[in-house]
């Protein structure tokens, strides 16, 4: 299915104040209580986002700024309610002043998000969701994601280059980094280095709920926080 947004418009002011057209856009997905996966795949430019909060539908996403419309569409396979989010080429900018975007999950199914962003300043609190893997392919990039401990079993992956990672987890959650590549600086409180690349929390193998974090690129700063 393809759900365009229902109160898209656009404000054409640039004959009063000389600025690009304004395009806020909002969309949903409604809730499916026969769907208990979810999967959130965003492919998108610059910008903030900003990933946080309940909603009653299965997904809502908010966008302001000058960047264009996004497409989202939805699909069922096997349980899982697939849901991609993508800018409409046609619409894409090339003097893009501001693109934020806010995205909202129901927080009763489990779910795969996966992150596909140019140069962006990505902020994610996922306390409130069941977690089951989340990639984030990323540029230049500022990312902050805290972790709840809803989910037995969380995997965290970043492919992100030239970026600033930090990671808030919870003290009750053994949790375990491994990285493929070379990190400039580090800041990992409370892990014990277990090999070439690979470090653990003391309690990794005794606590009921695990996080699994692999770098796979080029990282400048990645802190990790236990809360």
């Known amino acids: 299915h393809t759900f365009r947004d229902w109160s898209d418009r656009d404000w054409d002011d640039r004959e009063e104040r000389g600025t690009h057209n304004y395009h806020p856009q909002y969309l949903s997905v409604p809730f499916d209580s026969l769907t208990p996966k979810g999967e959130l795949r965003l492919d998108a430019a610059a910008g903030n986002f900003m990933l946080q909060g309940v909603t009653s539908d299965f997904l809502t996403f ?25 800018l409409e080429e046609t619409h894409i900018r090339r003097s893009v002043k501001e693109n934020k975007v806010e995205i909202k999950l129901s927080d009763i199914p489990r779910w795969n998000l996966d992150f596909d962003i140019g ?35 969380t995997y965290l992956i970043f492919n992100a280059g030239a970026s600033s990672i930090k990671v808030s987890i919870p003290t009750t959650s053994g949790c ?46 990645i802190e990790i926080v236990r809360y």
Do not use: C, H
């Open 62 to 86: 908010n966008k302001t700024g000058d960047i264009g419309n996004y497409i989202l569409t939805t699909n069922n396979e096997s349980g899982w309610k697939k849901i991609n989010l993508s």
């Open 119 to 153: 140069a962006a300043e990505i902020e994610m609190d996922l306390r409130d969701y069941r977690i089951d893997s989340t990639t984030i392919d990323a540029g230049a990039s500022s990312i902050s994601i805290k972790v709840g401990d809803k989910n037995p079993v």
């Open 176 to 221: 375990q980094i491994k990285s493929e590549s070379f990190m400039i600086s580090k800041e990992f409180d409370g892990f014990s280095k277990k090999g070439d690349g690979l470090y653990q929390t003391a309690n990794f193998n005794s606590a009921g709920n695990k996080i699994f974090l692999t770098i796979k690129t080029a990282v400048s700063k």
